[in-house]
Nanobody
Framework: QVQLVESGGGLVQAGGSLRLSCAASGSFRSINSMAWYRQGPGNEREMVASVTTGDSIELADFAKGRFSISRDSAMNTMSLQMDSLKPEDTAVYYC?????????????WGQGTQVTVSS
């Protein structure tokens, strides 16, 4: 069984910062990539940032210059530092990971953590 657990969400004023963390645990052989997605009220889920095993990073346009992603492969954890937050960043943020499980690539999702940015 594989688990992804997010933490670090909360309420912050516009212009503030939050740091989200994601920890992977369970029976998997390796992690190929990890990513953060978000889903705001009435919106579809969208990718925020991703990082691969080779530390190749991709950021959504809205995240560039404000958000940064990092990964600790040894600890199977990932973080998202969010600065200069805006009310439109309000969303449920999900951690996702592509893992090798019993020889197959599988995608797993966390339960999500709420981020609310007040104006």
């Amino acid at each position: 069984q594989v688990q992804l657990v997010e933490s670090g969400g909360g309420l912050v004023q516009a212009g503030g910062s939050l740091r989200l963390s994601c920890a992977a645990s369970g029976s998997f052989r390796s992690i190929n990539s990890m990513a953060w997605y978000r889903q705001g009220p009435g919106n579809e889920r969208e990718m925020v940032a991703s990082v691969t095993t080779g530390d190749s990073i991709e950021l959504a346009d809205f995240a560039k210059g404000r958000f940064s992603i990092s990964r600790d492969s040894a600890m199977n954890t990932m973080s998202l530092q969010m600065d200069s937050l805006k009310p439109e960043d309000t969303a449920v943020y999900y951690c996702a990971a592509v893992m090798v499980v019993v020889g197959n690539l599988e995608t797993y999702w966390g339960q999500g953590t709420q981020v609310t940015v007040s104006s």
